[in-house]
């Protein structure tokens, strides 16, 4: 379950165009004045900035980014995150589809009200927010390219769907070649799916855009974005809709990276069959009021508490497992945080459920804390962003 891609250190990406030194703490202030130096402000800069996420409305162009570009390719939800004079800039959109039969009179309707959607073998494919709109309407749910995590063996137009969401946030670059930095999943601890088809498919068409295609795993990018402070050396846990995946990162080298294939759809779907709800409801009652610092009040809620338990406890004994089992963990000299990020991980209540199945445990290493990441839902992006403008210096 290690990595052994490769990475670069973050620290010698950072001072690669000039001698600044990285202490403890962060990340010197730069003082040449050459472009690389100007690269590398940047990126230390963009970790302390906010982000500014928005949804993609509909009838609004695609951007055409000139700089560095951050994309997570989530199951549930793809974002774009761009780096901006006073922020970081995300815009996200729904990672589904709907598909209706072909007729010029739906064809007008669809374009006269703004619906995102394309045309192939003889159908509409309606997609982003707009196919839940449309799912909504007939009671049904929408489908996904994507399946726990990767794309989705049971959708022939997944790719397709996925390209279109893509090109709904962004064009092509303005300068040819530009980096962009996309988010990959761990190989799974138990489970199928290829990271190297799914990774291999998806750089071949950011390719074709015009784009210099990084892949960066979803568990680091949380380290980059949120553990700057720590030297970038913690254990980041992206917990997201079709998978949660775990990076063990040392002084920003990703020394073990995996992933499990449940996460928050795997707890919608099991607690909506334990009652009887269809998922999608489920997922709706989960967002809008679960509190898993309180007893459940109702079954819907008993269902979710219980497969949150079981979520966070198949997590920790993958941990476990995985570092024990290892010959590469590093020796820490000082206890090291975990990070949580991702949409599953939003329910008040989630952290200390974790911090107390954490005490069960016994790591190879001394954990210092349990963090909840700043922004949840645009981690992984600003993530995937930071790698992007350090790949460009």
């Known amino acids: 379950m290690t990595n052994d891609k490769g990475y670069e250190n973050l620290q010698e990406k950072l001072n690669a165009a000039g001698s600044t030194t990285y202490p403890k703490g962060g990340p010197a202030s730069a003082t040449s004045s050459d472009k690389g130096e100007g690269l590398k402000r940047e990126a230390v800069d963009a970790l302390k900035k906010s982000v500014v996420s928005s949804e993609k409305s509909t009838g609004e162009d695609a951007e055409q980014p000139s700089g560095p570009v951050g994309l997570d390719i989530g199951t549930s939800h793809i974002v774009v995150a761009q780096n901006?004079?006073?922020?970081?800039?995300?815009?996200?959109?729904?990672?589904?589809?709907?598909t209706v039969p072909y007729a010029k009179f739906a064809k007008d309707i669809l374009d006269q009200n703004n619906v995102m959607y394309y045309e192939r073998d003889r159908q509409y494919y309606i997609i982003g927010h707009s196919a839940q709109n449309f799912a909504n309407m007939f009671n049904v749910n929408t489908r996904r390219p994507m399946q726990e995590g990767f794309l989705s063996p049971k959708e022939e137009e997944g790719l397709s769907v996925i390209e279109a969401l893509v090109g709904s946030l962004i064009q092509k670059p303005k300068n040819f070649g530009e980096i962009l930095s996309f988010s990959v999943h761990g190989d799974p601890f138990e489970g199928a799916g290829s990271v190297v088809y799914h990774e291999s498919v998806l750089k071949g068409y950011l390719?074709?855009?015009?784009?210099?295609?990084?892949?960066?795993?979803?568990?680091?990018a949380t380290v980059l974005t949120e553990l700057s402070d720590d030297d970038f050396t913690g254990i980041g846990v992206s917990m997201g809709g079709g998978m949660c995946n775990v990076c063990l990162s040392y002084l920003s080298f990703p020394v073990i990276t995996f992933s499990i294939q449940k996460a928050g759809d795997y707890i919608d779907i099991m607690a909506g069959k334990a009652v009887g709800e269809p998922a999608s409801r489920v997922k709706v009652m989960k967002e809008e009021g679960l509190d898993l610092s309180q007893n459940p009040k109702d079954r819907v809620s008993t269902a979710l508490h219980i497969f949150y338990d079981e979520l966070i406890m198949n997590l920790l004994e993958s941990l476990q497992r995985v570092m024990i089992s290892t010959e590469k963990i590093p020796k820490i000299a000082t206890p090291i945080p975990i990070v949580l990020s991702g949409g599953t991980a939003m329910p008040k209540g989630c952290k200390e459920k974790f911090e107390k199945m954490l005490r069960n445990f016994n790591l190879p290493?001394?954990?210092?804390?349990v963090r909840l990441a700043d922004d949840l839902l645009n981690t992984t992006a600003k993530g995937a962003l930071i790698m992007a403008m350090t790949e460009a210096v």
Do not use: R, W
């Not at 390719?207 to 295609?213: A, E, I």
């Open 84 to 98: 901006k004079k006073n922020h970081v800039q995300a815009v996200q959109n729904l990672n589904a589809f709907f």
């Open 207 to 220: 390719g074709s855009l015009g784009y210099t295609p990084i892949a960066i795993n979803e568990g680091m």
């Open 365 to 369: 290493v001394e954990i210092s804390d």
